[in-house]
T-cell receptor, first 112, second 110 residues
Framework: DGGITQSPKYLFRKEGQNVTLSCEQNLNHDAMYWYRQDPGQGLRLIYYSQIVNDFQKGDIAEGYSVSREKKESFPLTVTSAQKNPTAFYLC???????????FGPGTRLTVL | RKEVEQDPGPFNVPEGATVAFNCTYSNSASQSFFWYRQDCRKEPKLLMSVYSSGNEDGRFTAQLNRASQYISLLIRDSKLSDSATYLCAVRDGSNYKLTFGKGTLLTVNP
């Protein structure tokens, strides 16, 4: 089945620890994105990547880092510099930047 | 004015009702428009793209009004399974960024 997978579904970390969220897609999409969603809020763009080995900051990139070494994979690292990391993290992909975006099931991160 | 604003909701309607949501956007250069559906604690799923001429998919109709800068979603003959949060999304033509509204919660009651 083609789709976007994110793991894990739930993640708990202690304050001060870095954590990496996985996102994999087998849709052969060039573009990939990371969003965060807080309760009652819309999605906010963290980072996006148009193509392998390229990525750009979104609206709220501070405290996050990404890599895009393979077309299928776009992992997000939440660093200890992120002031309020507890949120629902959603990965998305699209054929190109101008195309419809499809979302993975999300990772719910709780920092204790 | 916020970039993308939606009716705050929540909307509580009986089964069979017709319900409409609006979403306004501030950037007149916006080029693409979408409605997503998000179930509780799940990811958003694309419901419809919104075309200039309007488009319909079964009980769902989407409209775009460029002059007044808003898009709308009409749901006819509501079903219990339509209960969800509906998010609008607007793409900026210059940088391809997709901006989401906060969503409108719809509950369809038996």
């Amino acid at each position: 089945d083609g789709g976007i997978t994110q793991s894990p579904k739930y993640l708990f970390r202690k304050e001060g620890q870095n954590v990496t969220l996985s996102c994999e897609q087998n849709l052969n999409h060039d573009a990939m994105y990371w969003y965060r969603q807080d309760p009652g809020q819309g999605l906010r763009l963290i980072y996006y990547s148009q193509i392998v080995n390229d990525f750009q900051k979104g609206d709220i990139a501070e405290g996050y880092s990404v890599s895009r070494e393979k077309k299928e994979s776009f992992p997000l690292t939440v660093t200890s510099a992120q002031k309020n990391p507890t949120a629902f993290y959603l990965c998305a992909s699209s054929l190109g930047l101008a195309d419809e975006q499809f979302f993975g099931p999300g990772t719910r991160l709780t920092v204790l | 004015r916020k970039e993308v604003e939606q009716d705050p909701g929540p909307f509580n309607v009986p089964e069979g009702a017709t319900v409409a949501f609006n979403c306004t956007y501030s950037n007149s250069a916006s080029q693409s428009f979408f409605w997503y559906r998000q179930d509780c604690r799940k990811e958003p799923k694309l419901l419809m793209s919104v075309y200039s001429s309007g488009n319909e998919d079964g009980r769902f109709t989407a409209q775009l009004n460029r002059a007044s800068q808003y898009i709308s979603l009409l749901i006819r003959d509501s079903k219990l399974s339509d209960s969800a949060t509906y998010l609008c999304a607007v793409r900026d033509g210059s940088n391809y960024k997709l901006t989401f509204g906060k969503g409108t919660l719809l509950t369809v009651n038996p």
